[in-house]
Nanobody, 122 residues
Framework: QVQLVESGGGLVQAGGSLRLSCAASGRTIRTYNMGWFRRAPGKEREFVAGISSSPFTTYYPDSVKGRFTISRDNAKNTVALQMNSLKPEDTAVYYC???????????????WGQGTQVTVSS
């Protein structure tokens, strides 16, 4: 079992930046592919970033490419999401996830955190 806890959310103005962190416990994340998802009110959960276990290949949807950066530190058992040039449409609850597959589909991830709220004001 892997327990994931997100932190770093908050309120930021449009154009600003936030850095989300995901701390894992229970097992090492070294062999897991890690992802970040978000869910805005009234919308389905959306993939925003992924990083493979080895090598550290990253992938993003067009909606955040060039603005968001995912990274991982296996030694610290953490994953981060740096979000720059934030837009009001980025407002959502952001979730960290761990899985065995390299995928953008939420159903393929095995472990999830509780989420952290990100609100971007215009």
């Amino acid at each position: 079992q892997v327990q994931l806890v997100e932190s770093g959310g908050g309120l930021v103005q449009a154009g600003g930046s936030l850095r989300l962190s995901c701390a894992a416990s229970g097992r090492t994340i070294r062999t897991y592919n890690m992802g970040w998802f978000r869910r805005a009110p009234g919308k389905e959960r959306e993939f925003v970033a992924g990083i493979s276990s080895s090598p550290f290949t990253t992938y993003y949807p067009d909606s955040v490419k060039g603005r968001f950066t995912i990274s991982r530190d296996n030694a610290k058992n953490t994953v981060a999401l740096q979000m720059n040039s934030l837009k009001p449409e980025d407002t959502a609850v952001y979730y960290c996830a761990a899985g065995s597959l390299i995928t953008t589909r939420s159903r393929d991830y095995d472990y999830w955190g509780q989420g952290t709220q990100v609100t971007v004001s215009s």
